[in-house]
């Protein structure tokens, strides 16, 4: 076997487990707590909930706010400034993968200088950075466990893929409580984007024995009891969700993604349009595009999809692609982009393409995929 490497931040899972939020921050020196949560989590309570928390630890912070969906560059380097002007010591953040990007984008910036454009691509931070705590509020962005980072880049409409060992967190907290507070909608649109990353991770040309069994088990958990969750509630199978996510993270974080999720980063930025919107539409037509040069791994897939095995691999990854398709086709999400982009629009898909081409993302696909090839994808979709 080759030489490979598995990174994960230490996890914290379980119902309740925020309320060791305060002591995960003293453990890495916190004096001046960094905060970054979004409207959305505040309003929930959450942010209030975990304030209370320091305050009890007896932790000062400074609470940044400015994250919006698709974090913004500009949003990322004024946080740096707050975080460095306030003499801040360890980065808390709370909320999805918009917060935690913002979190990370921070960390970046306040350790390293500079624009957070500058740090686009693998492998380009070279200093530490600051301790992190990161909270997940879904189950389904990873950036709580992942060595990724995106970020808008607001001049090029696009959505920047930052990829490095430090920006994975010293600490993830996973309290699948908080997701009694999401909506359907979300529920559903972060448990999809987990089973892009499972399915990508599985078929990418660096994924290793340690990434394809998270892959696979956080494929069959999400197939499993996404529509029980969404159906009841109930808090067993929002925890088995949780824990899909978490399966799924540590897959693709070690194993990278791939020409699905290059063009759902260009088609964000572009549009701002949440990944969990865009994998419906594209994930199952990308995984055609791939057949040819990763059949097996597919078919491998296919078999978790389908609970059985058909006659050869071709004819398991062709149905169990099948029987993705009904699976998103049973929730209230789009399939088509005509659905969430206007015909007017429709002009711009050569451009993204052109941009996706070139994502860190689209290298470890399976199968090369010029910008035409991607159009075709698209247009296939529209």
């Known amino acids: 076997m080759d030489i490979t490497k598995f990174a994960i931040p230490e996890i914290i899972f379980g119902r309740g487990s925020l309320n060791y939020a305060g002591q995960c921050a003293l453990r890495l020196g916190a004096k001046k707590v960094f905060l970054v949560s979004d ?11 975990l304030m209370d928390i320091l305050k009890k630890e007896g932790i000062d912070w400074i609470y940044y706010q400015g994250v919006t969906s698709n974090p913004r560059d500009f949003q990322v380097e004024q946080g740096a400034e707050i975080y460095r002007d306030n003499g801040c010591d360890v980065i808390l953040a709370i909320g999805g993968g918009s917060s935690m990007d913002t979190a990370k984008g921070v960390a970046i910036i306040a350790s ?35 060595q990724f980072c995106i970020i808008t880049d607001v001049e090029r409409a696009v959505k920047m893929s930052i990829i490095t060992r430090t920006l994975v967190p010293n600490i993830s907290i996973v309290d699948p409580l908080i997701l ?42 999400i197939l499993r009891y996404l529509p029980k969750a969404v159906e009841t509630r109930a808090m067993d199978y929002l925890e088995k969700l949780s824990i899909a996510s978490i399966s799924a993270s540590m897959a693709f974080s070690n194993a990278s993604l791939g020409a699905e999720h290059a063009l759902a980063h260009s088609l964000g930025g572009h549009f701002d349009m949440r990944h969990g919107v865009i994998h419906p539409i594209l994930l199952t037509s990308v995984m055609r595009f791939n057949l040819d040069f990763a ?88």
């Not at 070279?126 to 301790?131: A, Q």
Request: aromatic share 6%; proline share 5%.
């Open 180 to 221: 009694t507070t999401k909506s359907e909608t979300l529920i559903i649109q972060s448990a999809i984007d987990a089973l892009a990353h499972a399915i990508e991770a599985y078929t990418s040309t660096i994924a290793s024995p340690f990434t394809g069994m998270q892959s696979l088990k956080a494929i069959d958990l």
């Open 295 to 382: 059949e097996y791994k597919l078919a491998d897939i296919g078999r978790v999809v389908l609970d059985r095995q058909l006659g050869s691999p071709r004819e398991t990854a062709l149905a169990g692609i099948d029987k993705l398709e009904e699976f998103f086709a049973s929730f209230k999400v789009s399939l088509k982009f005509r659905q969430e982009i206007d015909e007017a629009d429709k002009h711009y898909l050569e451009p993204i393409c052109k941009m996706a081409v070139n994502d860190a993302c689209n290298l470890t696909n399976p199968r090369p995929a010029s910008w035409q090839e991607l159009l075709r994808i698209c247009e296939e979709v529209w």
């Open 112 to 146: 390293n200088g500079g624009r957070i454009r500058d740090y686009e691509g693998a492998n380009r931070v070279s200093r530490p950075l600051p301790p992190m705590v990161l909270i997940t509020t879904t189950a389904g962005s990873g950036s709580d466990i992942s």
């Open 39 to 49: 409207a959305g989590i505040e309003q929930a309570g959450w942010v209030q909930r």
